[in-house]
């Protein structure tokens, strides 16, 4: 195994992060063949990111703009230092302890998390949707410390199971529109907020000295299945990411302004629309509840350049393009699930934007497959970005050559590392990232997403991935969203079943299914065509744009 960079003492005083990672035998391999990714030994993320934009001198630069309030970067460090002090201070926290986080995407939000990172704690955000029962779980796994909620969402934090230590150092923040600068007394019950503590804190907090490979930040799977998995990143990791994709891929600029869908608490999110912008000095518009419309509103208004979302959106955004004036739009990525070649082609009929794909996932932190511009290649996710490397393997672990479709097997300066999981030994094989993903390489190095590795269609002897089919069907005019699954079938093991949403002006009828057959058929080796179709009203997804698939297989 190469050397990793040297790791030096810890930081944190509550050593739960460093107990909890897995025996150094079950971490991936770690690359850092960059100069770019050359970190010393000490270092907090966030003095890289905030500190360092002030001794740049771009404090009067626009960082955050939310519904509410625009933050300069000086306002935003000195709410960022005003919530560490109340951390260490009031709320008595050490260094290494884990603070959960939940809260739409908001000034406020993003300045919680960055908070944490300074004062030496460990984030474990959490998605708003998420209830009281699954927040327990993410809770007692993180052991968690204390809580700071958004005043809108304060309810499932009320309800949920929570140490006496943790519910004592629970705090909300931005009651009543506007709050996040203003300092509120108590809420209706007579709860000290966030805000009236920070009023009495100092508006400067000297960024703890951590170590870079101290953790950060424990971040959820947005798992379908099973008991969510805790993956645990460094300071330097998310450094890293900052240092990988939007230099090479993306080529972020400080006068971009980032906007998008994802949850701060969706790594993606935290990346695309906090991370990025902060490294470069450039700003993030953080928005609450987006519709496909709102966005487009969004993106017009402020004049963002740089839009985060995933495919469903794009797929819905298209139509409506053309009735907005987005001349500010320079580039669309778009990640969490695979982009069907017809959701491409209809976003680039709309807006003249090349998509940039990119494969990310919560263990890696973000994306380490990805193509802009004329490298993109129909139908390939693209090449493992400079940084991370990538190959294809076969049931047995060896390697496989072009045209064969394996399992997905990634490396970098950022990998899998779950607290406390046996599942570790599932995803790091041989000092490789197996992403669960089922991926075929081709002659010149490009990766083609062909689905997940458990959700491959085995129907009569032939092996069918969904999304193929999906891509297929989507491609016909009546089609606005489509899931393809497996079906048991004494005949044939499994067959073909189509999910269909049809688009407003279409109506289900078996004559459509026939010709949705039909159509596939034509496109695609008709023994891949949805023997079984059925018609829905809308397609069950998860908060991240990911489509449930195991809820098609049970309806
Ligand atoms: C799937 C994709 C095809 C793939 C994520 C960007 O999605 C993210 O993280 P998750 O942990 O899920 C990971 C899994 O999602 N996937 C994501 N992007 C693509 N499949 N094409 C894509 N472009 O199955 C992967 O294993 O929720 C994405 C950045 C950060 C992230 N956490």
């Known amino acids: 195994m190469k ?9 944190h005083t509550d ?21 770019e990714l050359q970190y010393p030994a000490r270092l907090n993320c966030v003095a890289e990111l905030l500190d360092l934009a002030l001794a740049r001198g771009i404090g009067a630069r626009i960082a955050l703009r939310g519904e509410y309030d625009n933050w300069t970067y000086a306002q935003l460090h000195q709410q960022v230092n005003r919530i560490a002090h109340v951390l260490r201070g009031p709320l008595g926290l050490q260094a290494g302890h884990r603070v959960l986080l939940r809260g739409a995407n908001t000034p406020m939000m993003a300045a919680c998390i960055l908070a944490v990172f300074k004062a030496g704690c460990i984030a474990v955000p959490t998605m708003p949707l998420l209830r009281a029962g699954e927040l327990a779980v993410i809770a007692t796994k993180a052991e968690v410390n204390a809580v700071l909620c958004a005043d809108n969402l304060r309810g499932e934090v009320e309800a949920m199971e929570l140490s006496p230590a943790a519910r004592q150092c629970t705090l909300y ?18 709860n000290t907020m966030l805000e009236t503590l920070m009023a009495a804190q100092s508006a400067h907090f000297t960024a703890v000295d951590t170590a870079a490979d101290d953790v950060c930040l424990i971040s959820f799977t947005s798992g379908t299945t099973g008991v969510p998995k805790g993956t645990m990143h460094f300071h330097r990791d998310v450094l890293a990411i900052c240092d990988c994709f939007p230099r090479s891929v993306l080529e972020t600029q400080a006068d971009d302004i980032f906007i998008g869908t994802p949850p701060l608490a969706f790594t993606f999110g935290l990346g695309g629309l906090l991370l990025f912008p902060l490294r470069v000095g450039a700003s993030a518009v953080l928005l609450e509840r987006l519709t496909p419309e709102a966005l487009l509103v969004a993106i017009q208004t402020y004049r963002a350049s740089i839009c985060f979302t995933a495919p469903t959106f ?21 990640a969490g699930e695979a982009l069907p070649v017809a959701t491409r082609e209809s976003w680039r009929q709309a807006s003249g934007l090349t998509m940039i794909d990119g494969i990310g996932a919560t263990e890696m932190l973000h994306i380490f497959i990805s193509a802009a511009g004329d490298q993109v290649r129909a139908g390939a996710t693209g090449k493992p970005i400079p940084g ?15 045209g064969v479709i394996g399992r997905l097997a990634v490396k970098g300066p950022t990998g899998c590392r ?16 197996l992403t669960g993903d089922a991926y075929e390489m081709d002659a010149d190095g490009y990766f083609y997403y062909r689905s997940r590795t458990d959700d491959m269609i085995i129907s009569a002897g032939y092996n069918i991935a969904g999304p193929e089919v999906e891509d297929a069907l989507l491609r016909h005019p009546a089609v606005a969203e489509c899931g393809v699954i497996g079906r048991a079938d004494e005949e044939r093991g499994q067959i073909v079943e189509a999910h269909i949403v049809l688009k407003p002006a279409y109506q289900a009828s078996p004559e459509l299914a026939l010709q949705l057959q039909e159509f596939v058929k034509a496109q695609i080796a008709p023994y891949k065509y949805p023997r079984a179709i059925r018609f829905l009203t809308a397609l069950p997804r998860t908060e991240t744009g990911k489509l449930q698939r195991f809820k098609l297989r049970t309806e």
């Open 3 to 11: 050397p990793t960079p040297a790791s030096s003492a810890s930081a």
């Open 15 to 35: 050593l739960f992060a460093r107990d909890h990672l897995p025996p150094a035998g079950l971490w991936p391999e770690l690359c850092f063949d960059l100069p």
């Open 173 to 190: 923040f931005g009651a009543g529109a506007g709050a996040g600068a203003v300092a509120v007394a108590g809420d209706a019950c007579g």
């Open 314 to 334: 794009y797929r819905q955004m298209a139509p409506l393009f053309a009735s907005y004036d987005l001349a500010s739009l320079k580039k669309s990525v778009s």
């Open 388 to 402: 991370y490397q990538a190959c294809i393997l076969d049931q047995q672990g060896q390697p496989v050559g072009p």
């Open 418 to 433: 779950y607290l406390a999981d046996a599942r570790q030994r599932d995803y790091v094989f041989n000092g490789w990232n």
